[in-house]
């Protein structure tokens, strides 16, 4: 154990070497270091994101979009100002990679816009009954089959355009997501602005006011960080169950967020 804590502290020495170096004497070797310590972010990030884009997209590209992220953090981090490296880059990776997804815009028209129709709907149907509706509800709102529904919801899951993984600031790299508010209060953007203490608050509110089995696919995916085949065994249903109550959770909560805040 001795031995395992000697080894974890001098591998912490030689990280804080690394930061020195290459920030106080732009150190380029240092800077390579840095890359290569943290190039397992960049994995988890993309791992995390792929899992819900069709399989057309290499992981390969992921990757290498990821690494323009984390080298732009590496740049951009200030180690004075005592926050977490790894919750700072993993914002601007996500970033980076969404940023060259949304430019690449795979996603057919058809099904953005029946992804639109569907979250209207789910909106409309939320204001009238003042809870989250039912498949069945909605697809009757809708005017058409539950099964129909359900279809359109795995499909716009599978080529993942409805994520808590979307930045709450698109133009901004670093910016906090919704699912960083979820998972890590702590974890959100550095600054701690008040705009995402109050966006984190609301997040929670609508969560909360989820269906339950709906609330628990969003709890064990962004707070416990399973995999939604994991979540599947969990609650005795297909993976792709679990897209389509996932895809609907999340329009919900665009929904409620996107509310005008209430007057007293």
């Known amino acids: 154990m001795k ?4 080894v974890l502290e001098r591998a912490e020495h030689e990280l804080r070497d690394l930061w020195s170096d290459f920030k106080e004497k732009a150190d380029l070797d240092a800077r390579d270091g840095l890359i290569l310590h ?13 899992a819900g884009l069709p399989r057309s997209v290499d992981p390969q590209d992921l990757i290498s979009y990821g690494t323009f992220g984390l080298i732009d953090a590496i740049d951009k981090f200030e180690p004075e100002r005592g926050y977490k490296f790894e919750t700072y880059a993993v914002n ?5 990679i969404l940023d060259e997804l949304r430019a690449l815009d795979w996603v057919p028209r058809s099904v953005r816009a029946r992804a639109r129709e569907i979250q209207r709907s789910l909106g409309e149907l939320e204001h009238r009954l003042q809870r989250s509706p039912s498949d069945e509800e909605l697809a009757e709102h809708m005017n058409m089959p539950t099964e129909l529904l ?5 499909e716009i899951a ?8 979307d930045l709450l600031n698109p ?15 702590k974890a959100a953007d550095p600054s701690g602005s008040f705009e995402q203490e109050e966006t984190r608050y609301l997040l929670v509110d609508a969560v909360n006011r989820l269906s339950d089995r709906e609330r628990l696919v969003v ?3 962004y707070y416990e960080g399973l ?6 065994r969990v609650l005795s249903v297909t993976e792709s169950r679990v897209c389509q109550i996932h895809t609907k959770a999340v329009m919900s909560l665009r929904n409620r967020l996107m509310e005008p805040p209430s007057r007293a």
């Open 219 to 221: 709890t064990l995916y």
């Open 150 to 154: 359900q279809d359109r919801l795995g």
């Open 227 to 232: 995999t939604l085949a994991e979540i599947g």
């Open 92 to 96: 601007r990776i996500k970033g980076a």
């Open 171 to 185: 133009g901004e790299r670093d910016s906090a997501t919704m699912g960083d508010l979820l998972a890590d209060p």
């Open 38 to 50: 943290y190039s397992a972010l960049v994995k988890f990030v993309a791992g995390r994101l792929k």
């Open 3 to 6: 031995e395992v804590t000697r």
């Open 158 to 165: 599978s080529l993942g355009i409805m994520a808590l993984d």
